[in-house]
């Protein structure tokens, strides 16, 4: 029977492979989400190792932050790329779990991410969230909490405004685009805790510096930030 079960699941796999996330070939038996080849290959940055590295040093002077890292770097038509849009756009929440527990097990590595109280992921607008039926950072914050054995919570940091774009504007202006963006629905559940902040993807930093300014105005002890990926 289990032979028998064993075949159909190799059958059935052929008819529909499970295929990377990342190069789209089909899994091997023992894979998920991701092949072992491209899992070995992607560009890892080792930010998790340096203190003083090129996403902390872009958020210097912005915000007190604890430490600040991404796992990735982010570069157009490349497999780290296929993996953030799967995430984002093809349902494939997977993906956000299967990096976030990646991306949690190299801050355990690190003693400055140790005393780190709860998660929370970078929010999106509700009218964004009903048009696109989940919270891809959610999920990363899931994979991370999953690894870390440390809580995470998406009900607390609300975005109460939908922003545009922030690529085309300058600093000055990002940070007027996302004045009020986010706001602490319960200040008693983040007073005096160490949190994480989450996303997929850090570009210029701004929303994060956002969602940091709000937590820490409510009474956070210490925002820590990390990212799957970040675009250079
Ligand atoms: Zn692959």
Redesign the pocket.
Known sequence: MIKMNRWLKDFSSLLFPNL?N??T?PLFQGERV??T??LYDLPYTDYHLHGENRVAKQLWGRISLNAAMSMLYFRKGS?VQNLIHNLKYNQKTDVGVFLGELLGGRLLLNETYTDIDLIIPVPLHHKKLRKRGYNQSTYIAEGLSKKMSIPYTENNLLRIKSTESQTHKNRYNRYENMKDVFKVADFEKIRTKHILLTDDVLTTGATLEACAVELLSQGASKISIATLAFAE
């Open positions: 990377c990342a190069c070939l991701i092949c080849k491209c497999k």
